[in-house]
């Protein structure tokens, strides 16, 4: 048992929609119903009624979402109750970063940011999109680092939260380099073989990325899925070994390609996509607690360049 699929089951008991619960959740669809079933065979009974439309809740469901309602309301106030004891992290500022970024970006952020606006303490929370921008919406972070893209946008409503832009990330290609130098797969590629592809799992972040690039792409790339994980450093180890060709953030490979232990895998044009990568927080009129330093820091990254 989850607590995510009591609040899943919520939110489908408030929309009546598997699809509006599921871009309210930042889960795909097919996600979202798998654990809305996960839910049902953990109760041993039907939840939801599937005959109808909207989608309704069957009668042991009407009894389990009130169940649910006050199972959530005494979690959150003992979670309250247990954070309004805990002063001494006050000055702890708390980042919910997705695992790309939390490797790569983030180090090399908090390094200038220090330089340039003095010491502070900060707890890195690294997790993948969806537990990420669940991190800032349940108020357990400060601040929220993510990628951001007009094709897969994060459901945070501007009313509540707020952004900055903290610069941007290009997503391309890369491969192991052979003894001359050039790269052992490529787009296009260089004769009719297929080409073996490390590829981010389904339904990660990464991954609906990389569909952009291939629905996008000037000819459709002849790609072999051959391995598959949530991580992008999993896929550089695999590249790196030459297993195959891997779509990965220029921030992941700067030092791998300066020693030439990975080289760009495209051919041509086409095959990069430029995400922005954007930092978000609950906004001070909305938000339960704004920690001071929080507070500092945005106001400091807000002010023009």
Partial sequence: METKWLEDFITLAETRSFSRSAQLRHVTQPAF???IQA???WAGIDLVDRSSYPTRLTPAGETFH??????MGALQATRNMMRSHHVSG??????AVPHTLAFNFFPHWLMD????FGAIKSRLIALNVHDAVLRLTEGTCDLLIAYHHASQPLQLPPERYEMLSLGQETLAPYAKADADGYPLFRLPPLSADRVPFLSYASGAYMA?????IVKHAPEPPPLEPIYETDMAEGLKAMALEGHGLAFLPASSVRKELKSRR?????GGPGYELTMEVRIYRERP???RHVKPVARAVWDFLSRPA
């Fill in 33 to 35: 119903s798998r654990r």
């Fill in 39 to 41: 839910l049902e065979a």
């Fill in 66 to 71: 009130a169940q649910s309602l006050e199972i």
């Fill in 90 to 95: 006050q000055d702890m500022l708390e980042f």
């Fill in 113 to 116: 940011l220090r330089r340039r």
């Fill in 208 to 212: 609906r990325m990389v569909e952009q």
């Fill in 262 to 266: 990975l080289v760009s895998a495209a």
């Fill in 285 to 287: 009129e909305s938000a």
